[in-house]
């Protein structure tokens, strides 16, 4: 289907380690996307010292090759992110 976005990423129930996205450019911004249930997950950002809540429902918008993020482990429940 036709989309803005030049790649599409599912993780599942996955902690992603600090990192930052090599194939992003670094003047847009990349959409990540919360998704599943009963989870407390936070978005980390360490180059800017911030811990973002990362619920079901969340949507946030990085600059994901300039800002280095992770998400370390949740409290309960599935999490499912659309990158």
């Avoid at 902690?15 to 996307?33: E, I, K, M, W, Y």
């Avoid at 990085?62 to 309960?76: F, K, M, T």
């Amino acid at each position: 289907w036709p989309s803005i976005f030049s790649g599409l990423e599912i993780i599942a129930n996955r902690t992603t380690f600090s990192h930052r996205d090599p194939g992003g450019s670094p003047s847009l911004f990349d959409l990540l996307v919360s998704l599943g249930r009963n989870h407390h997950a936070t978005l980390s950002l360490a180059d800017v010292h911030a811990e973002l809540d990362y619920s079901p429902g969340a949507m946030v918008y990085i600059a994901g090759r300039v800002l280095e993020h992770s998400v370390g482990p949740w409290i309960n429940g599935e999490r499912i992110v659309v990158a």
